[in-house]
């Protein structure tokens, strides 16, 4: 599924929780078929329809939501031209409704049902802009993006001008409710299974500790947010990326830390050319079968992965697997084959 992609945001992904009447569901895709005449490109436009269609018609034949919820995903793969439209019941229960076509499949509400609890809520938020996501593992993830319409100042003074700032402050204060609300609405449903660790928040200027001071997240999230509001320059998963990373003394245990500490200790040894960096499969194997290899990385879709990390076990190498979602995944992939090593000594020829 998280190999599928689109050009355009046509691939629907819609996850119903238990109890929500099937007619509701389906009025509100009916909804969104009628405005999809909107769209200006035909081809995308014939996209989600498709979609959408394929999800009306597979609800339509189901009389109840299953007692764990429902989780649909339909949509065309714009490289092979082929379709999917995949309805199911998910192992464990759906604590969230959520519905968006995108570029991708949103994967990750189910990825957290077989996942270690190793999940920190992400939340960027400036007076007009918001970005939520999740830490989990070694990924990434974005779940929403808000955005609000708040005026800037103006040159009137006296009363105007102070009925004009309390409007403005008004419309924030909005939007600060309504990012609270998304945000609940994504990680509530994961701090109830045990699985949020905690909540950082950060942004540019004030806005992101008038969020927090404000009480506008759940007094439930509220308890889980990690330090102070910290200074993030950016919004979307740039934005995200630059949080986690500033908030490392929070989360240095994290998959992703880890991750991050072994690349950067292969790019030092690779840079110094001290020969403890290796890549090159036949050079790595010889490594490994030598008790040479410190750590092995290699890609989690590598065609060896099995029979790599069986033999790095056997000699007790460290094995760290790179997800798709990891920001160097494409570059140790392109540049080494996906596969590389930290070795204990250098290897002789």
Do not use: C
């Amino acid at each position: 599924m998280k190999k599928w992609s689109a050009h355009a945001t046509t691939l629907l992904s819609l996850y119903v929780p238990p109890g929500r009447p099937i007619g509701e569901v389906v009025n509100m895709l009916r909804q969104e078929l009628s405005i999809t005449e909107n769209i200006k490109l035909k081809r995308t436009r014939s996209k989600v329809q498709f979609a959408l269609e394929s999800a009306i018609d597979r609800l339509l034949k189901i009389p109840k939501i299953p007692r764990n919820g429902l989780v649909v995903f339909a949509g065309e793969h714009d490289d092979t031209g082929e379709t999917l439209v995949l309805v199911f019941s998910p192992p464990e229960p759906i604590n969230v409704f959520f519905y968006r076509t995108d570029k991708y499949f949103h994967t990750e509400f189910l990825e957290s049902m077989v996942e270690e609890s190793d999940v920190y809520g992400l939340i960027v938020i400036e007076r007009d802009e918001a970005t939520i996501g999740l830490l989990k593992g070694g990924a990434v993830v974005v779940l929403d993006e808000l955005e609000a319409y708040i005026p800037g100042k103006h040159s009137k003074g006296g009363w105007s001008q102070r009925r004009y700032d309390r409007i403005i402050e008004e419309m924030v204060e909005e939007f600060y409710k309504k990012v609270g609300e998304k945000a609940s609405s994504y990680l509530i449903p994961l701090l109830e299974a045990g699985k949020l660790r905690g909540i950082i928040v950060g942004g540019p200027g004030y806005s992101k500790l008038d969020f927090v001071k404000g009480g506008y997240l759940d007094y439930r999230l509220q308890k889980v947010v990690l330090g102070t509001p910290l200074d993030v320059s950016s919004q979307g998963e740039p934005g995200l990326r630059e949080l986690v990373e500033k908030a490392k003394e929070f989360i240095k245990e994290t998959k992703y830390h880890k991750t991050k500490e072994v690349l950067e200790e292969f790019k030092y040894h690779l840079a110094k050319d001290d020969g403890l960096a290796t890549y090159g499969e036949l050079e790595i194997v010889r490594g490994l079968e030598l008790g040479a290899v410190e750590v092995l990385v290699i890609v989690e879709d590598h065609p060896k992965l099995t029979e790599l990390k069986n033999l790095a076990e056997s000699r007790g190498t460290r094995i760290v697997v790179v997800s798709e979602e990891f920001m160097e995944y494409e570059w140790l992939k392109k540049a080494f084959g996906g596969v590389v090593a930290i070795l204990r000594y250098p290897l002789t020829s």
